[in-house]
Each structure stands twice: as structure tokens, then as C-alpha cells.
């Protein structure tokens, strides 16, 4: 077999491994050992466990933990809902003012805890109830967390740009860096969306219906909500200040989450501590066991010559770049809505990334393109995880309902792909500015 007849083989073999529900990690690894077996002989197995082990003991690695940690601590506290709260009564007169905080305590708890599906169920939990109380349609009310919710994988600290990272060999503080201003970009955009809608949905209402707060009252919930926020002010300030490195910063976050979950909502129990804890270690290690099996599974197509066969032979279709981009886009949508974001990362970075750089695409910028197809995929069946969280917290919603009311915001999230190809300074600005061009 020729090594792109071979690349095909393992494609199709994997894609049914992983759609059978084995766990990526052993997907991955069997698919290796199956395929190193076949085409190399037995002998290279014995590089397996070396593989892994050497890819696991990298020190960049340890952000992976901390960084959960940091969200575990942050989802195990009622934080969302006061974030959520107090951006409620901040835009009490604003119109759409309540849709639009919902979508704007996503961006700050994402901020916050580095993952979209503890994002939809913390905002979600209280502000899907509160939106449909005071009239706003079921489909907007869970489809704007369920969007906002996919910030948390762009927005720093984000798990995806760390696995991203590692993969390509970028840094990490200019990939946290690039998905700042595209973050902000999708959460004002959504914003828009949401205020439109909303406003011609209560249009007839009488302003007296809405709620509306005192000065005291928007004030009480900030004592309670500023040093969460104050943890991403800090982790800003010394990682792009250079007073310390990416671990440095995910540990010391970590201990100030706890440290604040603790005395703020007295989560200082064995229970809280350890429901805190396990789910860190039970997502830590799924991670990190897929790091470990992607490390194989890159060394099987790089040893079959599958890797460097198929990025020459897609160099050497010369298409137009943008031909290039569009197929790429599409297909990294197409796997966005069967695959986790984890798993596309590891698989298809070693062979996009010399395609990439042979077309003069800037990998950093390309980190931000590829986050928002796999943010699409979080709100797409059949895979969508945040779809079914919002089933979670919203019972009584049809499913169907969500995704009506999710779609157009998928709609917004091509135009942002759109607009980053054609402005990719966009996501370059800051970082070039604030470490110096790359």
C-alpha cells in the first residue's frame, strides 16, 4: 500500500474506533499498535511506552492540572450565579439588558474557569429560569448560554490553546494573548444579536413589569464577584508582565480560587474540598491520557511516512491559499461535530502544520480560526456537549428548542471566522504588541 492509501486506512479505522465509544485514549493507542504491527513489525513497539512517558514528563504539561484545578474550584461555587446576578442588575435598564448579561457573566466565568460546559451549567443553572420568567423566548434564553458557553475554550486561560500549543510548538502566553480580542469581538457580537432579539420580543411590554435596582443593591454583589474577577486581572498581569511563567501563574490562581471559594462560600468542608479534587484529577487524567496516546499515534503516521506524504501532497495541489483555508475550515467543522476539540488537536496539527506554513498562514492566528470551528462543534449535533448541558439545566426545554435558538449564533460564529481570515491582525494585534512581533 502506498503511504496515502495507508493515511486513508487509518483514517477510516479511527474514525470507527472513536464513533464505537471506546475512550479516545485507548482509541488512539490500539489504532497505533494495530497499524505499527501491520506495516512496521513488532519491534517498533517497544518505543510505545517511551513515547509516552517522554511526551507526559514535559514540563509545559503542568498547566494542564493547575488550570482545572482553578475552574474545578470556581464551578463548585455558586460564582456563576453571582456574576450572572450582579451583571443583572448593573443592565437593568439597558433593553435586553438581562440576555445580555447572561452572555456577559459567560465571557467572565470562562475567563475564570477555562471550560464551556462548566460555563453553561453555572450561568445556565440560574440565568435560563430568570430570562424565560421575565418573558425572554426559551430559544434565546438557551441558546445565548449555550453559545456564551463556548468562550471558555477561547477566552484565557483556555485548555485548548495549552493542547494547541504543545502540538505546534507555539507559546502558550501569545496563543492566550490571540484569543482575547476574538473573544471579546464574539461576546459583543452575540451581545448585538441577543439585544435585537430581545427587544422585539418584549416590544408592548410596559417598563414597569422589568425589575429595576438601586445603587445599593448593584453594589452588593460586587464585593462578592471582584476577586474572581481580580484571579484574571493577576493572571493577565504576571504572565504577559513576565514576572512568571504559564505553571507559575495556573498554580498560584489555583490556590487563590480555593483559598476564595473557601472563605467566600465556605467551601472549606471534606465533601466541597473533595468533589473539588476528584473532578480535577478525573479530567487531568483523561487529558493527559490522550496527550500520551496522541504522542503514539503521531509517531505511527510520521514512521509510515503517512504525516509528511500528506502535507506534500497537499502542497503540491498548489491550490489558492484561501481554497486551501475554506477546505481546511470545512473540515475541521465537519470533525468539530463528532470529535472533542481534544482529540482534533492532536490528530491533525502534525499534518496541518507544514501545510500551514507552506501557505504563510500564521499558526497563532490559525489557533484562533480552529478554536472557533471547534466552539461550533460544542453547540452541533450529534456531539454538541454544550446542547445537552443546556437539556441538563433546562428540563423542561425541548431539545429541538435549543438548537432553533443556538443556530443563529453559529451564523455569527462564521461570520467571526470570516472576519479573522480577512482581518487576521484581529488576533494578532496583542500579542504582537505586547511581546513583540513573532
Known amino acids: 500500500m502506498s503511504e496515502i492509501q495507508i493515511g486513508l486506512a487509518v483514517l477510516v479505522v479511527t474514525l470507527l474506533v472513536l464513533f464505537s465509544g471506546l475512550p479516545i485514549a485507548w482509541g488512539l493507542t490500539l489504532v497505533s499498535i494495530g497499524f505499527l504491527l501491520v506495516f512496521a513489525g513488532p519491534e517498533t513497539l517497544a518505543n510505545v511506552p517511551i513515547l509516552m512517558m517522554d511526551e507526559l514528563a514535559s514540563f509545559a504539561l503542568l498547566t494542564i492540572p493547575l488550570f482545572i484545578l482553578l475552574g474545578a474550584a470556581i464551578s463548585a461555587s455558586a460564582a456563576g450565579k453571582d456574576i450572572y446576578e450582579s451583571l443583572h442588575r448593573w443592565l437593568d435598564r439597558v433593553p435586553g439588558g438581562l440576555v445580555i448579561a447572561n452572555i456577559l457573566a459567560c465571557g467572565i466565568f470562562s475567563a475564570i474557569c477555562g471550560s464551556s460546559p462548566a460555563t453553561a451549567a453555572a450561568i445556565g443553572k440560574s440565568g435560563v429560569p430568570e430570562m424565560m420568567r421575565r418573558g425572554v423566548p426559551a430559544s434565546l434564553a438557551t441558546g445565548a448560554i449555550c453559545a456564551g458557553g463556548t468562550l471558555g475554550i477561547l477566552i484565557p486561560p483556555s485548555i485548548t490553546m495549552i493542547l494547541y500549543g504543545i502540538a ?32 422585539r420580543a418584549q416590544r408592548g411590554m410596559d417598563p414597569g413589569d422589568l425589575p429595576r435596582f438601586t445603587l445599593t443593591q448593584k453594589m452588593e454583589g460586587v464585593g462578592r464577584v471582584s476577586p474572581f474577577i481580580g484571579i484574571v486581572v493577576a493572571i493577565a498581569y504576571a504572565m504577559y ?11 498560584i490562581s489555583a490556590v487563590l480560587a480555593i483559598i476564595l471559594v473557601v472563605v467566600i462560600y465556605r467551601a472549606w468542608r471534606l465533601g466541597d474540598q473533595w468533589r473539588i479534587f476528584r473532578e480535577t484529577v478525573r479530567e487531568s487524567t483523561m487529558i493527559l491520557m490522550i496527550i500520551g496516546a496522541a504522542a503514539v499515534f503521531s509517531y505511527m503516521l510520521s514512521l509510515l511516512y503517512v504525516t509528511q506524504t500528506a502535507a506534500q ?11 486551501m483555508l475554506f477546505a481546511i475550515n470545512m473540515f475541521l ?34 489557533a484562533v480560526i480552529l478554536t472557533i470551528n471547534m466552539e461550533v462543534g460544542l453547540i452541533t449535533p450529534p456531539v454538541g456537549l454544550n446542547l445537552y448541558v443546556l437539556k441538563g439545566v433546562a428540563p423542561d426545554v425541548p431539545l429541538v428548542t435549543v438548537l432553533k435558538g443556538s443556530f443563529p449564533f453559529v451564523l455569527l460564529m462564521f461570520l467571526a471566522i470570516v472576519i479573522l481570515s480577512v482581518f487576521p491582525e484581529i488576533a494578532l494585534w496583542l500579542p504582537n504588541q505586547m511581546l513583540g512581533a513573532g
Open 168 to 199: 505546534t510548538e507555539t507559546s502558550i502566553g501569545r496563543l492566550f494573548l490571540a484569543g482575547v480580542v476574538p473573544g471579546a469581538m464574539l461576546v459583543l457580537m452575540f451581545s448585538a444579536y441577543a439585544w435585537i432579539v430581545t427587544v
Open 333 to 366: 467543522l465537519i470533525a468539530g461535530c463528532f470529535l472533542p476539540p481534544v482529540a482534533i488537536i492532536l490528530m491533525v496539527m502534525p499534518i496541518l502544520s507544514p501545510v500551514l506554513e507552506a501557505n504563510n498562514f500564521d499558526l497563532i492566528w490559525f
Open 313 to 323: 501532497w497537499m502542497v503540491d495541489l498548489e491550490l489558492n491559499p484561501w481554497v
Open 241 to 251: 508582565g513576565g514576572i512568571a511563567t504559564p505553571s507559575e501563574v495556573a498554580a
